[in-house]
């Protein structure tokens, strides 16, 4: 692939590959560390700690992406590498849960500042039209991949050692990331529209609130972490609890998920070209939907099994691709190429403002008052996040928004043009 033959990018991407199977491993990891340390409050520790990941990618995300063109881009990418490495090898040796809590928000406030970071070094890197689209898709692939991998080599490691060793693997995928990234040329940012930070930070989220396509994409952040969030707080509990299960057997329930997700992204790029993002998107809304009502029907009518659960987790797996996978298009296509950091650092937050929403349902209240009253209630966010979005979007936005002509277009517009365009939208 012609992609690939870019130096600067074919690192850059392994660092992103190995980050993220470091991160997956760590989420499978932190999930039985709350087990073991809280039993069956395992699902309250986790919300908790994936609450404050969540405030940590709301309110550092856009200060990041604020002041990412006043830093050397690349070791602020290494140093934050660094930082994630040594936080996770710290995270087998804690003992108590206020531990984890303090850990987690230095782990996340690093990996908030990365993402925004790494995500608007790309479209320097590769600066062809046609290449850049790949570089997008093949990042949502990565995501994928680890989704699915992840959890199943979790699940093979657990048959032969402790979770602890886990984080081992995962600050060694860091340090790993760390040099590759190192060994990559990473231009100077590019001057932003704004001077300001406050303004830089806040003018993707503008753009958002004037631009029906965003809206809708707003909304449907909700869907997805109204149904993600069952099964990345819960799965522990529910696999360990209701179905005594095993820790291998939580990987491999998290791998179901993970399996819908590829069946949707392998299928997604021919699409693409074909489908409106809209169509594509609010479909995705209808499956999560679909999903989160069998689960509440599932553990309301007492029907808990394994082959249930698994077919459960897969369909809320392919509805999250369905969502998650022609973002980043609609997002480039909304925006001049000046402004592409501030917006996906906004999605960024917004989309983890969900979560934020979603997490605490899930961990808080299902601990409490049970996972019946939990997926219910998560189930109510969903239906009205694809409600929202049916609504905020446009039907005739949906081919345009995504379109390669329509998106140059708008751009190389000048900035006023170009916001009475997407106004319009």
């Given amino acids: 692939m012609r992609l690939f033959a870019i130096r ?15 991160t997956g491993l760590t989420t499978v990891a932190l999930g039985l560390l709350a087990y073991d340390l809280a039993g069956p409050n395992a699902g309250m520790v986790l919300g908790t700690a994936l609450t404050i990941k969540m405030v940590m990618y709301v309110v550092i995300a856009p200060l990041a992406a604020a002041y990412v063109d006043r830093l050397p881009r690349r070791t602020l990418l290494v140093l934050l590498d660094v930082i994630r490495g040594a936080v996770v090898l710290a995270l087998p040796l804690v003992t108590e849960v206020w531990h984890i809590y303090v850990l987690i928000g230095l782990l996340q406030s690093a990996s908030a500042a990365f993402t925004p970071t790494f995500q608007a070094v790309i479209p320097d890197i590769v600066t062809d039209e046609s290449d850049y689209t790949r570089a997008l898709s093949a990042s949502q692939v990565a995501s994928t991949m680890e989704s699915l991998l992840s959890p199943v080599l979790a699940a093979v490691a657990l048959a032969f050692m402790s979770f602890n060793w886990l984080f ?16 990559t040329r ?10 300001k930070a406050w303004d830089k930070a806040a003018a993707g989220i503008r753009t958002f609130l004037r631009t ?10 909700l869907v997805v972490a109204a149904a993600g969030s069952i099964v990345v707080v819960n799965t522990v509990n529910y696999i360990r609890d209701e179905l005594g299960g095993s820790q291998s057997d939580v990987a491999w329930m998290l791998a179901a998920s993970g399996t819908g997700t590829l069946l949707a992204a392998l299928v997604l790029p021919r699409v693409l070209d074909r489908v409106a993002a809209r169509t594509i998107m609010t479909t995705g809304a209808g499956v999560l939907v679909g999903g989160t009502t069998a689960a509440v029907t599932l553990i309301a009518a007492d029907l808990a099994t394994w082959t249930g659960t ?18 980043g298009k609609v997002l480039r296509a909304s925006v001049g190429r000046n402004e592409i950091p501030e917006a996906f ?27 019946t009253l939990a997926w219910s209630v998560l189930a109510v966010l969903a239906g009205a996040g694809a409600i929202g979005a049916l609504l905020l979007w446009p039907r005739h936005d949906g081919r345009g928004a995504v379109a390669t002509g329509p998106a140059t ?8 043009d170009r916001s009475t365009l997407s106004k319009a939208a």
Avoid: C, E
């Avoid at 600067?8 to 470091?22: C, E, K, P, S, T």
């Avoid at 396509?213 to 707003?218: E, N």
């Avoid at 277009?409 to 006023?416: A, E, I, S």
């Fill in 8 to 22: 600067d990018y074919r690192h850059l991407f392994g660092a992103q590959v190995i980050a993220l199977f470091g």
């Fill in 168 to 183: 081992l693997g995962t600050s060694a995928g860091f340090i790993a990331s760390a040099l590759l990234v190192l060994a």
């Fill in 345 to 371: 650092a906004a999605q960024f937050s917004l989309s983890h403002l969900a979560w934020l929403i979603t997490y605490p349902v899930a961990g808080w209240l299902g601990t409490s008052a049970g996972f």
């Fill in 310 to 327: 698994a077919i459960i987790w897969t369909v809320i797996g392919i509805g999250m691709a369905l969502i998650i996978t022609p973002t």
């Fill in 212 to 221: 029906p396509r965003l809206r809708g994409i707003m909304a449907l952040n």
């Fill in 409 to 416: 277009l708008v751009r190389h517009m000048p900035g006023k």
């Fill in 186 to 195: 990473i231009p100077d940012a590019r001057p932003s529209a704004h001077t």
